[in-house]
């Protein structure tokens, strides 16, 4: 057995966790506290270390935002001389002061044994060949996954992201058996697949598929596992998390089980920021509880997820949260109506006509705002046909209309047609002008 089944710690009893949780807890706090930020901001509200008995005395430290992460850019929150930090990341943020999240060696560790930890519960193995096709750089997911796979004992390769056929090659050659991609680009890489007449099943070794860093329905992971013929397992994490390992499905596939040794969850209402009922969805806001240079406590995360209840049949203690439904800032509002954009791929990803890449687009039109989606159609579906275009249009329109009680107009494109960036899936372009809001 794999030293990355960490059967004590994996299937703690709550009990035990969570004095565990609250230990930890303290001795996060009192490294917090060396740091100019937390230093100012505990002693503001007259808190020490040992102020901190139990896991509920959390209610009495601050809550952390990105804003404070920006405005303290780029050392307020370093609680170890600076030479001790041997790596920083960034956050995928595009406005203002990047966050910038610090490691030493003691973080490094940590992390890369949490990713092992994740990959191994989601069936991955030594001797496994690990795939990871996704940046490298400041975003987490390359060198996260580098040596967290190195660390489970998996031949490791570093593919980056784009270039699908060099992609396929490498998976031939080296016969890949796991890959980790974001599942926006699963759809490319399959279609890559196609036009180089190559077969998943007969010409790779692949078993496993490891999907996460961006939004994605219950749909959009059927039709990637449809497409690839395996199962496909989400993994969620964010930069000032460490980036991924915080939270990931175990072969039972029915949520993510959130490393509560190494974090602590919270789910608040992101108005009263009060905890909400268990199962109820709300902004999910961490502690880290195993970091030494960078130490963060109850950062917002504005993530929307809920706890799942119940026990999971892997054996694995350590609660469950459910796939991200979106971001407290992703929501916007149009005539009057609140939408997601994950509301609307629920609906899009039900209809096997249609391709797995949409765009919405709002815009202002003679000072009117108004919705549109832009839905790519299935290259297996698309004859250029326009009666069954129509219908297909119309019907979409309608379920979206029934969603979100509002009536987009709806474009439907050529396979291939909308922007594919290398990183994160774009979902929403925002081109209204004041005029119209
Ligand atoms: P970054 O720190 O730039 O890597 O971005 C982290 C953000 O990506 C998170 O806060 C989430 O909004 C999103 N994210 C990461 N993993 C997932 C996932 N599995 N499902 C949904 N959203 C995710
Ligand atoms: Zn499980």
């Not at 044994?113 to 991955?124: D, E, I, K």
């Not at 750089?137 to 004992?153: K, N």
């Not at 449809?226 to 496909?232: C, I, P, Q, W």
Request: glycine share 8%; charged share 25%; hydrophobic share 35%.
């Amino acid at each position: 057995m794999s030293i990355y089944w960490q059967k004590e710690m994996e299937t703690m009893n709550r009990s035990d966790l969570a004095r565990y949780q609250a230990e930890k807890l303290r001795e996060t706090v009192r490294q917090a506290t060396k740091s100019s930020f937390y230093g100012a901001a505990l002693k503001q509200r007259g808190l020490a270390a040992e102020d901190i008995r139990s896991l509920a005395d959390i209610d009495k430290l601050p809550m952390t935002t990105k804003e404070d992460l920006r405005q303290h850019f780029p050392y307020g929150f370093l609680s170890v001389p600076r030479d001790a930090v041997i790596r920083l990341h960034c956050s995928s943020g595009t406005t203002g002061n990047p966050t910038v999240i610090f490691h030493n060696r003691h973080d490094l560790d940590s992390w890369a044994n949490l990713v092992a930890r994740s990959l191994f519960s989601a069936g991955a193995r030594p001797g496994d060949v690990f795939q990871n096709i996704c940046g490298y750089g400041l975003f987490t997911g390359g060198l996260g996954f580098q040596y967290g796979a190195e660390c489970l004992g998996a031949l490791t390769i570093p593919a980056g992201a784009g270039n699908s056929r060099r992609q396929i090659q490498l998976m031939k050659n080296f016969g890949t058996t796991v890959i980790h991609a974001i599942p926006s680009y699963l759809a490319r890489l399959h279609e890559a697949f196609r036009e180089m007449g190559a077969d998943i099943a007969r010409d790779t070794k692949l078993r496993l598929l490891v999907i996460g860093a961006e939004p994605h329905t219950e749909g959009q992971r059927r039709r990637i596992q449809d497409l690839f013929g395996v199962k496909a397992f989400n993994s969620y994490g964010l930069s000032e998390m460490n980036g991924p390992g915080v939270a990931f499905e175990c072969e039972c596939q029915n949520g993510l089980h959130l490393w509560e040794d190494a974090f602590i969850a919270e789910i608040v209402d992101p108005e009263t920021l009060e905890p909400v009922p268990e199962g109820v969805v709300g902004e999910l806001v961490m502690t880290t509880l195993d970091r030494q240079a960078m130490p963060i406590i109850r950062y917002r995360t504005r993530d929307l997820t809920r706890f799942l209840p119940g026990d999971c049949p892997c054996g694995r203690s350590h609660r469950r949260i459910d796939r991200i439904t979106g971001r407290t800032d992703d929501m916007f509002i149009i005539k009057g109506c609140n939408v997601f954009p994950m509301q609307i791929e629920k609906i899009l990803m039900a209809f096997p006509e249609i391709g797995s890449d949409y765009l919405i687009v709002l815009e202002t039109v003679n000072g009117v705002n108004e919705m549109r989606i832009k839905v790519e159609v299935s290259p297996n579906w698309f004859t250029g046909e326009m009666e069954p275009l129509e219908n297909l249009r119309r019907r979409i329109q309608e379920e979206v209309r029934d969603e979100i009680l509002l009536t987009p107009e709806v474009r439907l494109v050529e396979p291939g047609a909308l922007p594919k960036p290398e990183g994160k899936a774009v979902r929403v372009q925002d081109l209204r002008t004041r005029e119209g809001e």
